[in-house]
C-alpha cells in the first residue's frame, strides 16, 4: 500500500514538474492506470478489519484523495475520475463514516487524532466525488475538534488534552492531530489568487500546470509504483 501512494504522489509530482506535454501526459496516464487497477479490484473494502487496519484505510484514503485533489486544481479541473474509481472512492467513504460513526457518541471518551483524520479522509473524498453528505458528516468531527481545545492559563493559546496527555509525545501528536484540524475549515475556501484555477478545495490557489490546456490521453509506460493492489478480501490485521 505503501508503495501505490507513493507511487500515486510520484505521478503527481511529476506531473507538476513536466517540462513537455508529453511527460505530463504520461504522469496522469500512470497515476490513472495505477487508480484503475486498485478500483476495479475493489481494493481495502474489507470490513472485517482491525483497529490498526481501520486507521491504516483512513490514512490511506486521506492521502490518495488529497493528491488528486492536488492534481485536478492544477489540470485546470480536466482530470476526473472514471465511474470505476468515483464509485470506489464513495464506498471507501462510506466505510469510514461506519466505522468511525459510533466514536461520535457524546459518552465516548477517546475522541482524538483518529477521529480528525477520518474526517479528512471523508472531507477530501467528498470533495473528490461531489457528495457534501461526506463534508456535512466531516464538519460533526471538525466541530468537536475545536471544541476539545482547552486555553491555557493566561489565554494565549489552546491545545488539546487528549493530544498533550500523552507525556514525552505530546508535541509530535499534538502537531499530528492539527493537520487535519487546520485543512478541514479551509476545504471550501474562495479563489483570490490572480490566474489560479477556481476550485473548492483547500489548494484553491494552487498553480495550474503550463500544460493544462493541453493534456490528452496516454498510455503509461512506468513501472514506478506497485500496480498490484490489496484485494477486498486481504485482512487487515496485523
Not at 478489519?49 to 492544477?74: D, I
Not at 468531527?141 to 493559546?157: F, I
Request: proline letters at 6%; one cysteine or more.
Amino acid at each position: 500500500m505503501k508503495a501505490f501512494i507513493s507511487g500515486l504522489i510520484y505521478a503527481n509530482k511529476r506531473f507538476l514538474r513536466a517540462k513537455t506535454p508529453q511527460e505530463a501526459n504520461m504522469a496522469l496516464a500512470c497515476q490513472d492506470q495505477w487508480l484503475e487497477h486498485w478500483a476495479q479490484a475493489g481494493a481495502l473494502l474489507n470490513p472485517d478489519a482491525s483497529s490498526t487496519g481501520m486507521a491504516a484505510r483512513k490514512w490511506a484514503v486521506a492521502a490518495m484523495a488529497s493528491n488528486l485533489l492536488l492534481t485536478q486544481a492544477a489540470s485546470n479541473g480536466q482530470v476526473q475520475l472514471t465511474p470505476t474509481q468515483k464509485a470506489w472512492f464513495e464506498h471507501l467513504g462510506e466505510l469510514i463514516i461506519r466505522e468511525y460513526q459510533p466514536r461520535q457518541t457524546p459518552g465516548f471518551t477517546w475522541f482524538n487524532n483518529h477521529d480528525y483524520w477520518a474526517a479528512w479522509a471523508v472531507a477530501a473524498t467528498g470533495m473528490l466525488v461531489q457528495r457534501d453528505d461526506f463534508i456535512q458528516w466531516a464538519d460533526g468531527n471538525l466541530r468537536r475538534g475545536l471544541q476539545q481545545a482547552v486555553r491555557g492559563s493566561d489565554g494565549s493559546y489552546a491545545y488539546l488534552p487528549l493530544e498533550v496527555a500523552r507525556s514525552k509525545l505530546a508535541a509530535t501528536y499534538s502537531q499530528y492531530a492539527l493537520v487535519p484540524l487546520v485543512l478541514l475549515p479551509n476545504r471550501r475556501g474562495p479563489t483570490t489568487c490572480p490566474g489560479a484555477v477556481r476550485t473548492s478545495t483547500p489548494w484553491s490557489c494552487w498553480p495550474t500546470s503550463p500544460h493544462a490546456a493541453s493534456l490528452t490521453p496516454t498510455t503509461c509506460r512506468s513501472s514506478r509504483a506497485s500496480h498490484r493492489p490489496m484485494s477486498r478480501r486481504t485482512s487487515w490485521r496485523g
